[in-house]
């Protein structure tokens, strides 16, 4: 079964084809018209899905050779309602136009089971970091549909944070990637940073504090951004990992698989990849695989059209959806 996946969620237009074989086709297209503005803009990020959604789509059918899938995946939510509209309308244009199934698929579902896209070998129940500009969760991934909210952000998301402590010392946007490389340069230990707790919910994250810590600091004295971005990255990394620890405690399960574009972030798959010194099962995704693309929603809705599930074509996008 060849499914077409469309997500358009944020700021990325994206169009996947997966087969039984995995990925055929995986085409993503990365607005820039948000950088002058230093975040993402809903509104422009709706117009900009509109103007690049037909082409993506025409894009990825191209390359996998599939001329008319066999069923049609959309994101319908969490994210921007607008932004989700122009992909969700297309794909049930498209799965309408073809007499095919489709698929409404949660965006969070979506990043909880790519991991198992490109890793076979990842078998439930495993803990699942979803880390992006928009979210941060842990979860307990038991099976397709079966999850558990271990943890997650009160406040910022650990992506959100990273592109705040850019724009406090103008790196750019998005800025993600921009700390990820001034860190390896910098030196953590030239600034002592917080690690944020939420009193009384021990497997939920603030990163509103350490934001705070890092603007704090910049005004009382000057400092070396490399070094800023180092002692910054370490502590949110911490605070990632000290939850990922205390939830395998929890849980019994050493399984776990990141997810999400922080997940591209080499101080967390550093780290990450440091707990298999202690017998735990690892999985960190691709860094193509970690940013929004069309293959995890074709993938889980793949899965769940595999297990025989049909959505109506009436059915409506959410802006909040939790998955569990």
């Given at each position: 079964m060849n499914v077409l996946g469309v997500e358009t969620s944020c700021d990325e237009s994206a169009a996947s084809v997966v087969g039984a074989d995995g990925v055929r086709a995986d085409i993503i297209y990365s607005q820039r018209v948000h950088e002058a503005y230093g975040g993402v803009v809903p509104e422009l990020a709706a117009r900009a899905h509109l103007e690049r959604i037909a082409a993506v789509v025409e894009a990825a059918l191209t390359?996998?050779?599939?001329?008319?899938?066999?069923?049609?995946?959309?994101?319908?939510?969490?994210?921007?309602?607008?932004?989700?509209?122009?992909?969700?309308?297309?794909?049930?244009?498209?799965?309408?136009?073809?007499?095919?199934?489709?698929?409404?698929?949660?965006?969070?579902?979506?990043?909880?089971l790519s991991p198992r896209l490109d890793e076979p070998d990842l078998v439930f129940p495993y803990l699942g970091l979803v880390v992006s500009g928009g979210h941060t969760a842990l979860y307990l991934v038991e099976g397709l549909g079966r999850y558990q909210t271990l943890g997650q952000t009160v406040d910022d998301a650990v992506g959100?944070?990273?592109?705040?402590?850019?724009?406090?010392?103008?790196?750019?946007?998005?800025?993600?990637?921009?700390?990820?490389?001034?860190?390896?340069?910098?030196?953590?230990?030239?600034?002592?940073?917080?690690?944020?707790?939420?009193?009384?919910?021990?497997?939920?994250?603030?990163?509103?504090?350490?934001?705070?810590?890092?603007?704090?600091?910049?005004?009382?004295?000057?400092?070396?951004?490399?070094?800023?971005?180092?002692?910054?990255?370490?502590?949110?990394?911490?605070?990632?990992?000290?939850?990922?620890?205390?939830?395998?405690?929890?849980?019994g399960v050493r399984r776990l698989a990141l997810a999400g574009g922080v997940a591209a972030n080499e101080g967390l798959r550093s780290a990450a990849l440091a707990l298999k010194a202690d017998g735990v099962e690892v999985f960190v995704p691709p860094k193509t695989r970690c940013t929004d693309n069309g293959s995890m929603i074709a993938y889980a809705g793949r899965c769940h059209l595999m297990a025989g599930r049909r959505d109506r074509l009436d059915m409506t996008v959410r802006a909040q959806w939790p998955v569990a």
């Open positions: 390359e996998s050779g599939v001329s008319r899938p066999d069923a049609v995946a959309a994101t319908a939510g969490p994210g921007l309602v607008g932004a989700v509209l122009v992909g969700f309308s297309w794909a049930k244009a498209l799965a309408r136009a073809w007499d095919v199934p489709f698929i409404g698929v949660n965006h969070l579902e979506g990043h909880l959100e944070a990273f592109d705040k402590v850019a724009r406090m010392m103008d790196l750019g946007y998005p800025g993600g990637p921009v700390v990820d490389r001034m860190a390896a340069l910098g030196d953590a230990t030239a600034l002592t940073l917080p690690r944020p707790r939420v009193r009384g919910e021990p497997m939920a994250w603030s990163f509103a504090g350490l934001k705070t810590a890092v603007r704090q600091a910049l005004a009382r004295e000057v400092l070396d951004p490399k070094d800023v971005c180092a002692a910054f990255q370490e502590a949110a990394v911490d605070s990632l990992m000290s939850r990922v620890r205390l939830a395998m405690k929890q849980t």
